[in-house]
């Protein structure tokens, strides 16, 4: 089976398992992941704001968020969330490194605009 076929199996088992446990935080942080994987990015980011409504103090979750909001180029929402990492998790070195390499593409944008 492809990588398609993956995710898409992988959703109908998560759907399953939140049927029988509405609040499984991590069914709907993977269904996000393949839902991202499939670049269903809006599906995928309802996915993880599930996710933080049952566990709100999770940073993987906002970190995920923040992968799909960067891709949808929304930046500030992005950042937004890896900060919500960063604060919940405070020595999660992936959501410092997400959100410089953020901080770095908005500053290259700006100085681009400047410079045009």
């Known amino acids: 089976m492809n990588e398609l076929g993956h995710n898409q199996e992988a959703i109908k088992n998560y759907d399953i398992a939140i049927k029988y ?3 499984f935080a991590v069914a709907y942080h993977a269904k996000g992941n393949a839902l991202k994987n499939l670049e269903k ?3 995928a980011i309802e996915n993880y704001d599930q996710a933080i409504l049952y566990r709100p103090n999770y940073a993987d979750h906002y970190n995920s968020k923040g992968i799909a909001l960067n891709e949808l180029g929304r930046h500030q929402e992005a950042m937004e969330s890896y900060n919500l990492a960063i604060k919940y998790d405070s020595d999660n070195v ?5 959100a ?4 770095k593409k908005i500053k290259k944008s700006n100085l681009r605009i400047i410079t045009d």
């Open 21 to 23: 446990k509405p609040d």
């Open 41 to 43: 990015l809006l599906e």
């Open 94 to 98: 992936y959501a410092y490194q997400l």
């Open 100 to 103: 410089n390499e953020l901080a």
